[in-house]
C-alpha cells in the first residue's frame, strides 16, 4: 500500500502524520509513506526525524479570504503548488492521500480528487482550518480530534471521532529516573517542562523567566525545569533559570520529547492540538496559554480540553510575572497529590486514537482497490 501524506507548517500538522504512519508500518511493513510540506526552516527541523522516509516540498500559500483571489503571489504559489502536486501524484500513485491541514495540504488534497484517488482529512483543533473546511465535502471522510468539530463540518461527509494520535514512543516513554538522568536532574525535586518554542510562545519565556523572581525561596528550592526555548538563546535562559535559584537544562529545539514527558511532573505552554493530546496521553498537569491569535483557536482548544483533563487555562492577556508565579505554584502543587482534583484536573482519557485513524485511513484504500 502506498500512501501520501500532506503535512507541514507546523509541528501540529506533522507530528499526527508521524504518528499514524507508525501504526500503518506496524500493520504492513512494506508499506510506502510520501511526505508532501512546505519549505519552511521548522519543517525541515522536524522532517530529520523521519529520515528514512521520503519527503517532497511544495510551493503554497495561506488563503486569507476573498483578496488572496486578487494576489498574483497567492495565484502563482498555489498554480505552482497544484502543478506539483500533480506531478507527484502521477509519479507515485498513491493509494490513498492523507491531509493533515495547514495550507501546504491543499493542492496535494484537490488535485488528488481532480484525479480520483481517495482522500482523508484529519482536522487537530476544534475549529477547522481553512484548508479542511474548504474540502471537507470532497474527500471520503474527516477524521476529528475533538467531536465539538463536527458543528463546523456541517457539509462534510463521512466525519469520525478518532482523536489526535500520539507517537509511540512518546506513549511508552521511558521510566522517570532513566528521564531524569539523561538531563541530569534531581530525583527528588518536580520537574517543571516549559515549552516556549512553539508557536508565538517567545511571551511564554518572558513571563516564566520573569516570575522567577515571585517565588519563594523555599519553592525555588523544590522545583526543577526543563526548559524549550525555541528562538531564545538556551544558555541564557538556563542561566538566568540558574541565576534565580532553580535548577535546569535549556534547549531552543529537541527531538526526544519522550524523555521530556517522562521527566515531566507539570507542564507549561501554549494550547497546540498536539500537544494536548500528548500531555493527555502521559497525564501531566498543565497551565495553558493559548495563543491569542490565529481566530482565537487554541482558546477553545483549550478550554475544551480543560473540562475533561488535568489542566487550567490562562489567558496571556490577564497574566503577569506575580500571576504567573501564582499559577506554577498551584500547578506544582497539584501534581504533588496522588488523586487529582476535582473540577479541571481530571484524569486523562484514553483512546488510541493511532489505531482508529490507521484503520479510516485503510478503510478509503480499501474503498479504492475494490
Known sequence: MK??????GTGGHIFPAFSVAEELKRRDPASKILYV????????????????????????APFRGARSLLSPIFLIKLSKGLASAADILRRERPDVVVGFGGYFSFPVILAARLKGIPCLLHEQNVIPGV??????????????????????????????????????AIENGVSK???????????????????????????INTLFLE??????????KKIQVLHLCGRMDPRDAQKRIKEAGV????????????????????AIGRAGATFLAEISTKSIPALLIPYPF?????KLNATIFSLTHRAVVALQKDL????????????????????????????????????????????CAGDHGR
Do not use: W
Open 3 to 8: 500512501y501520501i501524506f500532506a503535512c507541514g
Open 247 to 266: 535548577l535546569a537544562k535549556a534547549f531552543s529545539f529537541f527531538d526526544r520529547m519522550d524523555l521530556a514527558y517522562s521527566a515531566a511532573d507539570a
Open 131 to 168: 484548508a479542511n473546511r474548504m474540502l471537507g465535502s470532497y474527500v471520503s471522510g474527516t477524521a476529528l480530534s475533538f467531536a465539538e468539530t463536527k458543528a463546523y463540518l456541517k457539509k462534510s461527509v463521512n466525519v469520525r471521532v478518532t482523536g489526535n494520535p500520539v507517537r509511540t
Open 37 to 60: 510540506c512546505g519549505k519552511l526552516d521548522i519543517e525541515n527541523e522536524i522532517f530529520k526525524m523521519v529520515l528514512r522516509e521520503k519527503v517532497v516540498s511544495i510551493e503554497s
Open 294 to 298: 490565529d481566530n482565537g483557536h487554541q
Open 177 to 203: 529516573d532513566e528521564a531524569l538522568r539523561f538531563f541530569d536532574l534531581d530525583p527528588g525535586k518536580r520537574t517543571v517542562l516549559v515549552l516556549g518554542g512553539s508557536q508565538g510562545a517567545e511571551s
Open 211 to 220: 516570575a522567577l523572581g515571585h517565588l519563594t525561596a523555599d519553592f525555588r
Open 320 to 363: 503577569t510575572a506575580e500571576s504567573f508565579a501564582r499559577h506554577l505554584e498551584a500547578l506544582v502543587a497539584e501534581s504533588e497529590k496522588e488523586t487529582p482534583s476535582r473540577g479541571t484536573f481530571l484524569p486523562a482519557e484514553k483512546t488510541n486514537a493511532r489505531k482508529l485513524l490507521a484503520d479510516f485511513i485503510m478503510e
